[in-house]
T-cell receptor, first 114, second 111 residues
């Protein structure tokens, strides 16, 4: 148990729809990162939020957006879903945004786009 | 894009044997981390080695880092069936604290 919780655990959406994934960070952690992991691949960095501000973004289109709330929980929103968005979405929290902080991952949300 | 490449992609060994996985990366790093992932679940942090370190131990795990070759290895000694999982290396870049993951090694321990 890492103390990072994600919801929902599984969901199925239709191409073109929108989805919101949620993450509660570990207590005391102010930094949340989101990763996309396609089947058989390593996770790929989507973006990071530090104290409610975006703090770095990977190579993902603008239809991937996020939020971090004052309690440091976070949401990942994906608009205009495409079939290739089918993946495991992982949330990770850390105590700070600096280098070398241990990162704790949640169990992920499995998204299937049909 | 993936920064690292793990080698081998898949490894099957008998319980009790040692397992070695290798990781190569492309750019300069602050640190390199190893993670474990059970089938389709979240990642578990195993060990972090900083760029100025060459070797680190944690229980049955031994990690080495060679920054001149941009490579790292993870050794699991006295393997157990419960070690069956995918193992990923991830690098933290200089001035860029995001983690860039490799493609993973699928380890199977045969009882």
């Amino acid at each position: 148990e890492t103390g990072v919780t994600q919801s929902p655990t599984h969901l199925i959406k239709t191409r073109g729809q929108q989805v919101t994934l949620r993450c509660s960070s570990q207590s005391g952690h102010n930094t949340v990162s989101w990763y996309q992991q396609a089947l058989g691949q390593g996770p790929q960095f989507i973006f990071q939020y530090y104290r409610e501000e975006e703090n770095g973004r990977g190579n993902f289109p603008p239809r991937f957006s996020g939020l971090q709330f004052p309690n440091y929980s976070s949401e990942l929103n994906v608009n205009a879903l495409e079939l290739d968005d089918s993946a495991l979405y992982l949330c990770a929290s850390s105590q700070d945004a600096g280098s070398g902080n241990t990162i704790y991952f949640g169990e992920g949300s499995w998204l299937t786009v049909v | 894009s993936q920064q690292g490449e793990e080698d081998p992609q898949a490894l099957s060994i008998q319980e009790g044997e040692n397992a070695t996985m290798n990781c190569s990366y492309k750019t300069s790093i602050n640190n390199l981390q190893w993670y474990r992932q059970n089938s389709g679940r979240g990642l578990v942090h195993l060990i972090l080695i900083r760029s100025n370190e060459r070797e680190k131990h944690s229980g049955r795990l031994r990690v080495t880092l060679d920054t001149s070759k941009k490579s790292s290895s993870l050794l699991i000694t006295a393997s157990r069936a419960a070690d069956t999982a995918s193992y990923f290396c991830a690098t933290e870049g200089i001035g860029n604290e995001k983690l860039t993951f490799g493609t993973g090694t699928r380890l199977t321990i045969i009882p």
